[in-house]
């Protein structure tokens, strides 16, 4: 893949999203881009948060303190991927939005520390669409026991959910599966859609989508 020019893509991108939302019948002012900055040179980040963007995606909560923690104010920050529980504690302290709640034991020890810290980031399950073992998240057949012991038994409130599609598969299918599992359980937000798909999933209802490679340059 050729470099390209962060702050022409970027723009690129949000023009994409508003077309997207606009061909779907829905507000561009609805779906928000979530710029995955992990592992990208500051050099292809600066301009980007020079154009105005203020939400960004991090993968890991150390790479996430380094890059972000001098340059905080004003930004939502976004953990999205795999959270362990010892990282719990700087997760709730750090991040705007834990993308990656997986499991009973996060669903736990997040529940602790969002009582300890008097503030409790937004929080999505992670769904497994494509249920690989390789890959993070619930089973779409476990996520509403999953949704309804974070609420009931951990007192967590989660608003929205996030998938990663197979990367071999079609993606639509998944979108629609992780938008239906959404529907009823009760939770507005849909994360999904990256830089391949993310039109796609915005035709599915994708409430944000998190875009790095298109917006900042394939990652070393
Ligand atoms: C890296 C990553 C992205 C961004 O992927 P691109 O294909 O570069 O847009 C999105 N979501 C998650 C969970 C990721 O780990």
Redesign the pocket.
């Known amino acids: 893949m050729p470099p390209i020019d962060p702050p022409a893509a970027y723009a690129d991108v949000v023009a994409r999203i508003a077309r997207a939302a606009q061909a779907a019948g829905r507000d561009p002012r609805d779906v928000e881009l979530v710029a995955?900055s992990?592992t990208q040179p500051w050099d292809a980040i600066a301009p980007v948060l020079a154009a105005g963007q203020k939400v960004f995606?991090e993968?890991r909560v150390q790479e996430a303190m380094e890059r972000w923690a001098e340059r905080r104010e004003g930004l939502t920050l976004h953990l999205?991927?795999p959270l362990q529980s010892n990282k719990a504690k700087e997760a709730v302290a750090f991040f705007d939005v834990i993308?990656t709640l997986d499991r009973e034991k996060i669903a736990r020890v997040l529940a602790e520390e969002i009582q300890k810290a008097g503030k409790a980031p937004a929080l999505y399950v992670q769904v497994n669409t494509g249920e690989e073992p390789q890959k993070a998240g619930v089973s779409p057949a476990d996520a509403d026991a999953f949704i309804a012991a974070a609420r009931s038994t951990y007192g967590l409130n989660p608003v929205g959910l996030?998938c990663?599609p197979p990367a071999e598969e079609p993606p639509g299918p998944h979108f629609a599966l992780l938008a239906k599992v959404a529907a009823r359980n009760g939770l507005a937000k849909l994360s999904m859609g990256?830089?391949?798909d993310f039109e796609t999933a915005i035709r599915f209802g994708a409430t944000s989508v998190?875009?790095?490679?298109?917006v900042f340059g394939a990652?070393g």
Request: no cysteine; charged share 20%; glycine share 22%.
């Open positions: 995955v992990k995606g993968n999205i991927g993308e996030m990663i990256m830089s391949g998190r875009v790095g490679s298109a990652r």
